[in-house]
């Protein structure tokens, strides 16, 4: 071999490095970097802080930016069931780019390939547009007699940041301990970290970690890790944001031509509708049956169940002994929700006690135990737990 | 290699079919010689000049090189058969919608965009070719730039000149990326020719629902161009290192093909989801950016980052393993 070989081959080598390190740079620079870039504060000061700051006149600052969700629940393996599916949320990675520029004036846009969803609201009147199917629905929102306010949160919007830190700010409590981290950044932006970790032995989260932005005290990121595991189970947040009001035209829709335009009103009034009252009735019904087990962290839904009422709704028979409206109506089209239940199914454990015996499934996040006497119990603890909750009648 | 070194070091160095490293560097390094050969007699007299001169004649050298490389791919007719079969394409996608279009209800959103605007079917097309069928022609191209005149026995002559290896990978790689370029805009010109004939011009209708002027579409079917050219630049890259390892040009693109294909069954398997950003083929698809209102700078970037990366990357890997043959057909 020549001498020269080896300096020639270093420079490939030194190519490959240079791209490496520009890959792996963002996360490794955010570790290094251990100096408080923002003063310290504690978790009480920041929450004040953030409310005053959502609260405030004109609402929260506008924005813009890409949100990225992430879920690895170790969910079994969901048999794909098209993009637009809920259900394809609990597993992979989703971007959205959203535009926010007044409480009543925002855009949600998914991007996939050569196709795009948009959410467009703004003030009283909001449009849906979907490029696959060519089709512009306008959402005439219905003020005043609903119980939402000035304010309507469409569904979609559950997925920034903001809704998800409330949600989970609000179990903050007794059972939980809260420390703050003042040096790490998110978007590329210093954020506090708000990091809430459950008291409880037998709950399955090691810690939910919620990133404010520094400057603004805008939710910016949620985590949430499970324990035994270095990488968040879920993790909702934007890779990249900034704080101006977004262009005028975001927020303005007109529906090309050749579109399908249809109209929808939300509101109360969609409630109506005999399937609706079903629907109402056997949640009441369910809610009367079901109670919680254990408290905080480790609380343990139990809710009547059964397993044929599931099947029989799922395949869409109408059985005359199943429940009008059974949860197998809540998938949306499109997801195949035999399937989906069979391929949960599979992956159940059967196990035994002195409580009786049945069919446990077991996430990173979440422990399910479909009891043969017909119950359900949901909670974000270990099976041990589970199996005591179920031994509790 | 050692026996190619024994060879030259003992025998004339004139044997035939044998281009061991060391001469063709003498080679090279006989051109700058003028340059360099009397600092002494005059410091800062006439080896300025004539250093300029000499820089000048190897810029010439170089663009004189290139001419005849590009000459010879676009007189080939195997390659303009290729431009031919790809300018054919967007005809056949056009036609099948006209006759298509209009009659079925369940289309997808993009089909009835095409017959809805002369301007989408350049997208469409774009989408379509971009996975396999651009590739094949890059790869061909790329992947017989070197492999191809060390198989037909001509690199020798090529390197006995005093071109040097460097200049010599250099313009075969700028005579690929002119070929992917030329690729991409003759797909995009037969599209809009083709879209024009068959269908409504008028106001495009972007993906995001907003509509935009024709000038407006225009413009960004040049962005897409840059793009997608950009693009099959860098699997040229991947086509060039491969063709610096083998004397046969078909292992060349075959080779490469390989691995477009591969990469798109990587992309097709949910499990392997964390690895999909970083793999070429993601990238090429990626020109659907421009049919967002704003249009999505951020995926371009980062599309055109990854393009440089691999262009990087497989270029000093070319170099390297070329720049260290011995060259023995």
Not at chain 1, 119 to 124: H, S, V, W
Not at chain 1, 220 to 233: F, I, R, T, W
């Amino acid at each position: 071999m020549r001498r020269g070989t080896f300096v020639r081959w270093g420079v490939p080598i030194a190519a490959a490095a240079v791209i490496g390190a520009a890959i792996g740079a963002g996360p490794v620079i955010a570790a290094v970097s251990g100096e408080p870039a923002l003063p310290e504060r504690s978790a009480a000061q920041l929450l004040a802080d953030a409310v005053a700051a959502t609260n405030k006149e004109g609402g929260a600052a506008p924005m813009s930016g890409t949100v990225q969700q992430t879920s690895s629940l170790g969910l079994p393996a969901l048999p794909s069931s098209g993009s637009a599916s809920p259900l394809s949320l609990l597993s992979g990675s989703h971007e959205v780019k959203v535009w926010f520029g007044a409480a009543d004036k925002l855009r949600v846009a998914m991007p996939t390939q050569l196709n795009e969803t948009n959410l467009i609201l703004n003030g009283g009147e909001g449009w849906y547009w979907d490029s696959a199917t060519n089709t512009a629905t306008k959402l005439t929102i219905k003020k005043g007699d609903t119980h939402t306010p000035a304010t309507p949160v469409p569904q979609p919007s559950d997925l920034t940041p903001q809704q998800v830190a409330e949600r989970v700010l609000a179990h903050a409590d007794e059972h939980t301990a809260v420390r703050v981290i003042n040096n790490a950044e998110v978007a590329g932006r210093p954020v506090y970290q708000l990091v809430l970790s459950p008291k409880e032995e037998g709950s399955l989260v090691q810690e939910v970690r919620i990133a404010l932005d520094g400057e603004t005290y805008v939710p910016l990121q949620v985590q949430v890790y499970a324990k035994g595991s270095a990488e968040p189970a879920f993790q909702l947040g934007f890779t990249q944001v900034t704080f101006t009001p977004p262009a005028a035209e975001n927020f303005t829709f007109t529906p090309p031509p050749g579109a399908k335009v249809e109209e929808k009103t939300i509101g109360l009034e969609d409630m109506r509708g005999k399937q609706a009252e079903q629907h109402a009735e056997h949640a009441e019904r369910v809610a009367s049956e079901a109670k919680v087990v254990g408290d905080g962290w480790a609380s343990v839904a139990v809710i009547p169940f059964s397993l044929s009422d599931l099947t029989a709704a799922a395949t869409g028979t109408p059985d005359a002994s199943a429940t009008p409206g059974g949860p197998g109506e809540h998938f949306g089209e499109g997801a195949d929700p035999q399937a989906l239940l069979d391929s949960v199914l599979k992956s159940a454990t059967p196990v035994s006690g002195t409580w009786g015996s049945g069919k446990l499934i077991k996430t990173k996040l979440v422990t399910a135990l479909l009891t043969d006497d017909g119950r359900l119990l949901v909670g974000a603890v270990t099976p041990e737990e589970i199996t005591k909750a179920a031994g509790t009648k | 290699m050692s026996t190619a070194e024994s060879a030259t070091s003992t025998a004339t160095r004139r044997t035939p079919g044998l281009v061991p490293v060391t001469e063709t560097m003498r080679t090279t390094e006989r051109t700058e010689e003028p340059a360099t050969d009397h600092p002494a007699a005059g410091p800062s007299g006439p080896s300025a000049p004539s250093g300029r001169r000499s820089a000048a004649r190897a810029t010439w050298a170089f663009w004189r090189l290139l001419g005849s490389e590009l000459g010879l791919t676009f007189r080939r007719p195997r390659n303009l058969v290729m431009l031919a079969v790809l300018a054919a394409v967007p005809v056949v996608i056009g036609v099948t919608l006209r006759l298509v279009g209009g009659s079925d209800d369940g289309m997808g959103g993009i089909i009835q965009a095409v017959a809805g605007n002369s301007l989408m079917l350049t997208f469409v097309s774009f989408s379509f070719l971009v996975l396999l069928l651009m590739p094949v022609a890059i790869s061909v191209v790329a992947g017989d730039s070197i492999a191809g005149e060390a198989g037909g026995g001509t690199l020798r002559y090529l390197l006995a000149a005093p071109a040097g290896r460097t200049r010599l990978l250099a313009v075969k790689y700028l005579n690929a990326v002119v070929y992917a370029y030329a690729v991409t805009a003759v797909v995009a010109l037969s599209a809009l020719l083709t879209g024009l004939v068959l269908f409504p011009a008028g106001p495009v209708t972007l993906l995001s629902g907003t509509t935009i002027p024709v000038l407006d579409g225009l413009v960004r079917i040049a962005i897409t161009v840059g793009y997608v050219g950009a693009g099959m630049a860098a699997l040229a890259a991947i086509a060039l290192a491969l063709s610096t390892f083998t004397e046969v040009s078909i292992g060349a693109i075959a080779g490469t093909m390989v691995l477009v294909i591969v990469c798109q069954v990587l992309r097709a398997i949910p499990e392997l989801g964390s690895i999909t950003p970083y793999l070429l083929p993601t990238k090429f698809t990626n020109f659907d950016a421009v049919l967002r209102s704003p249009i999505d700078t951020g995926a371009l970037a980062d599309g055109l980052l990854t393009f440089g990366a691999y262009i990087l990357l497989f270029g000093t890997i070319a170099w390297a393993r070329f720049s260290g043959k011995d060259i023995t057909s």
